[in-house]
């Protein structure tokens, strides 16, 4: 009798056939090290801190006296980058510093206005652009701007001052020999402005040396958050009653 085969036969493995191994590691999880821990705290702080510095608020310090008395010198204040718009930075310049971009124009993305006259605008300074100066809008683009005697007018009217100036030489200079006292009348140029401190007989504005392009402009100074004298009595080294003082 012939002997049949056995064929065969593909088995796929039943529950009772399968064994199941769980392994538990129990080797400590790893860890950074500390050194690259910090590191990349401080990367992304320096990210941050740029950031906030191109696109939102940056702050300055008042060197001289030519916006007295809005603003003496000592004072640190805040500029906003975000009063005219979301900019987005050009012209820029890579070196090793911190930060390690310098941008010298910027565009706005989205606007929320134009400047307005009386804003106090800080900006790149036309005849050397490594230089921030802060001075207060008093052309438009188009406004006529004439001075006669220590006396603005706008469009030929009167420029109404008096609350935030101040003028401490009574001589007048012809404008033959300096355009301080005596000056123009001079059109703004479209996308420019003309600006001037508030300390009139001792700051150097666009009297002497023209507009300010709109894409010069840096932001507007809104607010004094440290004030610093460092003279007299050690008491009054910090001028407590300025410290939050709105800049209007």
Not at 93 to 100: A, H
Not at 131 to 149: A, H, M, S, T
Request: aromatic share 10%.
């Amino acid at each position: 009798m012939d002997q049949q085969r056995p064929g065969l036969e593909e088995v796929s493995p039943t529950s009772a056939d399968t064994v199941s191994v769980s392994v538990t590691d129990t080797s400590p999880p790893r860890r950074k090290s500390l050194i690259r821990e910090y590191a990349e705290a401080i990367v992304l702080a320096m990210l941050l801190a740029f950031a906030i510095r191109v696109f939102m608020v940056q702050a300055f310090k008042i060197p001289s006296g030519s916006m007295i008395p809005t603003l003496l010198i000592g004072d640190h204040i805040l500029v906003s980058k975000l009063s005219y718009g979301i900019q987005w930075p050009g012209d820029c310049k890579f070196r090793v510093s911190f930060p390690p971009v310098t941008c010298y124009t910027s565009h706005p993305l989205i606007s929320f206005g134009d400047p307005q006259r009386g804003d106090v605008i800080v900006f790149r300074f036309p005849e050397d652009e490594e230089k921030d100066f802060i001075k207060r809008i008093v052309g438009l683009p188009g406004d006529v701007i004439e001075i006669r005697n220590k006396i603005v007018t706008v469009n030929g009217t009167v420029l109404d001052d008096k609350a935030f100036t101040q003028r401490i030489d009574p001589g007048m200079i012809h404008g033959t020999i300096n355009p301080r006292d005596n000056f123009g009348p001079v059109t703004v140029p479209e996308h420019s402005y003309f600006v001037m401190g508030d300390n009139r007989d001792q700051s150097l504005d666009s009297r002497f040396w023209g507009y300010v392009r709109a894409e010069k402009i840096r932001g507007k100074a809104f607010r004094i958050y440290w004030s610093w004298s460092g003279h007299g009595e050690w008491t009054e080294w910090v001028r407590w009653e300025r410290i939050g003082q709105a800049i209007q």
